[in-house]
């Protein structure tokens, strides 16, 4: 069997969950099965990868076009292959191409929905027209459309009702509990502004509506002042949000100590330090399909406070590995809370309970890393995966007699 993997993010250019997954995925299916990798950006020198760029005649136009620039060089290349799975609206017009020109099946995996970011248009402006409607064309031609979680399976088939609902299918995120391990390395993180005999809350995200950070920042106003609060935070959507956090982050290191910033993309051992070291890591995400990032605080022995929204429940064992904060969200796409006061107050009580007793999270830490073991494996998730593609394969030779 071969199967070409279609995303725009692929190493060294990975700064999301869906790069991450793409990245992982293809490890653990090249054990059994042909998988031919294409991707955006500069070329690859890993075997059976291949990089496609922007051509130079588009180079100043807006990011959709650019996109599906990009889209029409792999629906192109992808010619001999059984089966496109594309990640992403920016790959996902090249799978709906591959799937009509060359009459394989096509496989979705959804990270994120368009509908429900529509904070996007701040950054594409019309792009963002465009990259919905690609969306939405690729998910309702699609053989399969994989959720990431249950909570995300619900979003699609409400986003987009005119799929069927037996097409859409929940495979999980997974971790690689070998890179993801335990770091005990308290001299590294008390470079990083970690002091691992005092409380801590770790934040690691980009500086996006989606992640919830400024609704942690009022948050953290109402914790106990012996605690520190570590933002691993970066790469700002728009000027907007960064200077409203920025805003933020100054009122409390004015009015408390133990705030550290680090807006660096920090090596994975560092991180690893920083979250072995955490008394919890907090995930106040209004949008979050998964989030691998719980994954991997989980792995690294942290337990974790996340919303209650998207997969994060499913993620979080509440009580056992972390606590699960209730979160009501209006229904415009925004996800934003209903009350926003009331959410922050209960991200705040959460995440006081969890610090002021440091032998609870521990063991909760120990739950969450034993959870990622048995639930979230790559090794069972590509099997799960590589069962789908033999079954779209064998949908699609049926059906053409």
């Known amino acids: 069997m071969r199967v070409d993997l279609l995303t725009k993010e692929y190493p060294p250019a990975v700064y999301g969950g869906a790069g991450v997954h793409v990245t992982e995925l293809a490890k653990a299916l090249r054990r059994t099965i042909e998988v031919q990798v294409r991707c955006f950006g500069q070329p690859r020198d890993e075997h059976?990868?291949?990089?496609?760029?922007?051509?130079?005649?588009?180079?100043?136009?807006?990011?959709?076009l650019q996109t599906l620039a990009v889209d029409l060089q792999i629906a192109d290349a992808v010619a001999g292959t059984e089966l496109v799975h594309s990640h992403t609206w920016?790959?996902?017009?090249?799978?709906?191409?591959?799937?009509?020109?060359?009459?394989?099946?096509?496989?979705?995996?959804?990270?994120?929905?368009?509908?429900?970011?529509?904070?996007?248009?701040?950054?594409?402006?019309?792009?963002?027209?465009?990259?919905?409607?690609?969306?939405?064309?690729?998910?309702?031609?699609?053989?399969?459309?994989?959720?990431?979680?249950?909570g995300m399976r619900a979003d699609i088939l409400r986003s987009y009702p005119a799929l069927d609902p037996e097409k859409v299918v929940t495979i999980y995120n997974g971790i690689d509990l070998e890179s993801w391990a335990p770091n005990p390395d308290p001299g590294r993180a008390r470079a990083l502004g970690l002091d691992p005999e005092h409380p801590s809350i770790v934040f690691v995200g980009r500086i996006t509506r989606q992640k919830g950070l400024p609704h942690l920042l009022r948050a953290a106003r109402a914790l106990p002042d012996d605690v520190q609060l570590i933002l691993c935070a970066g790469a700002p959507d728009t000027p907007e949000i960064m200077a409203e956090v920025k805003g933020l982050v100054q009122e409390l290191q004015a009015t408390r100590e133990g705030v550290v910033w680090i807006d660096d993309v920090l090596p994975r051992e560092a991180?690893?330090?920083?979250?072995?070291?955490?008394?919890?890591?907090?995930?106040p995400s209004v949008y979050e399909p998964l989030g691998i990032v719980n994954l991997e605080a989980m792995a690294c022995g942290a337990p974790v406070v996340g919303s209650g929204t998207g997969g994060i429940p499913e993620v979080i064992d509440d009580g056992v590995t972390g606590f699960v904060v209730p979160i009501d969200q209006v229904q415009d796409g925004t996800g934003a809370p209903t009350d926003p006061e009331r959410y922050e107050a209960d991200l705040a009580d959460a995440l006081s309970r969890m610090v002021a007793d440091p032998e609870a999270a521990k063991r909760m830490g120990e739950a969450g890393r034993e959870r990622a073991r048995t639930h979230f494996?790559?090794?069972r998730i590509a099997e799960q995966t590589r069962e789908l593609y033999a079954t779209v394969i064998a949908e699609r030779a049926a059906a053409a007699g």
């Open 90 to 150: 920016y790959a996902n017009e090249a799978g709906r191409l591959a799937q009509e020109l060359h009459g394989v099946p096509h496989v979705v995996s959804a990270h994120s929905l368009e509908p429900l970011r529509p904070w996007k248009a701040e950054q594409l402006g019309g792009g963002y027209r465009i990259s919905s409607d690609i969306e939405r064309r690729a998910y309702e031609a699609a053989d399969r459309v994989i959720a990431v979680s249950n």
């Open 271 to 283: 991180l690893r330090a920083l979250l072995t070291h955490a008394t919890t890591f907090v995930c």
């Open 48 to 64: 059976d990868t291949t990089a496609y760029e922007v051509p130079d005649s588009l180079a100043d136009a807006n990011g959709a």
């Open 377 to 379: 494996d790559w090794g």
